[in-house]
């Protein structure tokens, strides 16, 4: 099995640059010749989106929540890439609860057996910054620390602290180095909004921004010591077989490859990797098409997916486009096997209020309209248990999660969602044996016999619109 050359970017909280360096540095080795892939920690979406949009890169993600340990020694091993760069969330051992590692950044480390590099935002911090270090050093049982840069610090802070931070090391037992600095650059900062960062084509000149980061670690941080660490990565356990649950959606198949229409623009992009994986595993054509320009549905396809995003950024244009509307509303009513997700599912509805209040027609497949809460409706980590048959057959389960400022009149009760904290439960979802329309971001993997009756369903349709 292949084991790749691989680092985690981790810090000790959000907003301490691991995005910008993790672009920078993907940016770096790409331009430096290396094969290079990625993963964001956690559900993000648009970490990997900016991975692949602005750097050609090709990312997942790696979520202790929804995947076992195994697992996500699969979904790294399975990679061809010879270099792999990992994006932390949060803090480096900021879990599902807040209080433990359990789902942080440093438990998928751990599992995939992946050396760090430690982010430590120096902006207005002293000689503490060494006690912040060593309090993370003494914390790293493993030992999976390599390395340390500080973000937003001059080259004379850097050399007026290292001794503290050499100390801090020595004190921790641990044998990280310290790689480099980056210098703050008012000029270099990727613009967020409430789902997180703003996508790829929002952001003016994003390419030269990160190439301008690229630039700032090259010459300040030692690439060969980046380097190095990525190539004391350990095996991963060759036991660890990606193919032992995916594959059970391929076994009595026949052997005929299904298209599926996929909803991919700047409306509806929020796309698990791994969940397309599976679809593609599954012997699925995905077929890429557009809700906001294209003016039908692409030709000779059997389901139908309509992911999450943005839609209530596009609302004029996706009211607008009465012959797609049309398309998709007819395709659904017919039949044809359909997943919506989020920004998906209030496509859907009757119509999306805008913050002027105005409601905008949208297909109107189910009733009810999507509005504007102003504030987080459900959010985190959710299993969902399914209280009517369906897709997922009563009593059955798969993982998923919330975030989303927006509500709905009529959001469904086939399924019972409860938080992973325990703390709360909700209905939702709208469901029979050929969709699941609801609010939820599901993660296909975790139940792959979901992705098999799909997979079913859209073959009956196939095969009763080909009597037709």
């Not at 080259?155 to 004190?171: G, Q």
């Not at 096997?337 to 920004?343: K, N, Q, R, T, Y």
């Amino acid at each position: 099995m292949r084991n790749s050359k691989r680092i985690m970017i981790a810090a000790a909280k959000s907003g301490s640059g691991k995005t910008i360096f993790t672009c920078g540095l993907l940016r770096l080795l790409k331009r430096s010749g290396f094969d290079v892939g990625s993963f964001k920690c956690g559900p993000d979406f648009i970490d990997p989106m900016f991975h692949r949009t602005v750097l050609g890169v090709r990312g997942g993600n790696l979520d202790p929540f929804f995947c076992t340990h195994e697992d996500l020694q699969n979904l790294v091993a399975k990679r061809s890439e010879e270099y792999i760069v990992m994006e932390g969330a949060m803090g480096i051992y900021d879990g599902i609860s807040g209080m433990g590692i359990n789902g942080s950044c440093y438990e998928v480390a751990s599992a995939t057996l992946t050396p760090i590099i430690l982010i430590i935002d120096a902006k207005g911090i002293g000689s503490t910054i060494a006690s912040l270090i060593k309090g993370i050093l003494i914390d790293d049982k493993e030992k999976l620390i390599s390395g340390i840069i500080l973000n937003r610090a001059s080259k004379s802070y850097l050399e007026s602290v290292t001794p503290l931070i050499n100390e801090a090391i020595r004190e921790s037992k641990s044998e990280a180095v310290i790689i480099g600095n980056i210098p703050s650059e008012s000029s270099l900062k990727l613009e967020s909004r409430h789902l997180g960062l703003k996508l790829p084509e929002e952001i003016n000149d994003i390419g030269e921004q990160i190439d301008s980061f690229s630039d700032l670690i090259f010459n300040n941080c030692s690439l060969d010591s980046i380097l190095s660490i990525m190539k004391e990565a350990r095996d991963i356990p060759t036991n660890a077989c990606y193919s032992n649950d995916n594959q059970k959606i391929l076994t009595g198949r026949v052997n005929e490859k299904l298209r599926m229409a996929v909803a991919m623009d700047e409306a509806f992009c929020f796309y698990y990797e791994e969940n397309l994986d599976a679809l593609r595993d599954a012997e699925i054509e995905v077929v890429p098409f557009s809700p906001l320009y294209d003016s039908h549905l692409p030709k000779n396809v059997s389901g139908i997916l309509i992911g999450g995003g943005y839609p209530e950024l596009y609302l004029r244009a996706l009211s607008e486009n009465r012959s797609i509307k049309a398309d998709i509303k007819n395709a659904i009513e017919s039949g044809m096997p359909s997943l919506a997700e989020c920004g998906g599912f209030m496509y859907l509805l009757d119509s999306i209020e805008d913050e002027e209040r105005t409601k905008w027609p949208m297909l109107g497949v189910i009733e009810g309209g999507a509005y504007n809460t102003n504030k987080l409706s459900r959010f985190g980590y959710i299993e969902l248990n399914s209280v009517s048959n369906g897709l997922i057959p009563s009593g059955e389960k798969i993982k998923g999660h919330e975030f989303h400022y927006f509500d709905s009149t009529n959001n469904g009760e086939c399924i019972l969602a409860e938080k992973a904290s325990g703390t709360k439960s909700w209905k939702c979802c709208h469901m029979n044996e050929n969709h699941i329309w609801g609010y939820p971001h599901l993660y296909y993997p975790s139940n792959p016999e979901f992705v098999e009756r799909f997979v079913t369903a859209m073959r009956l349709y196939n095969s009763s619109a080909s009597v037709k």
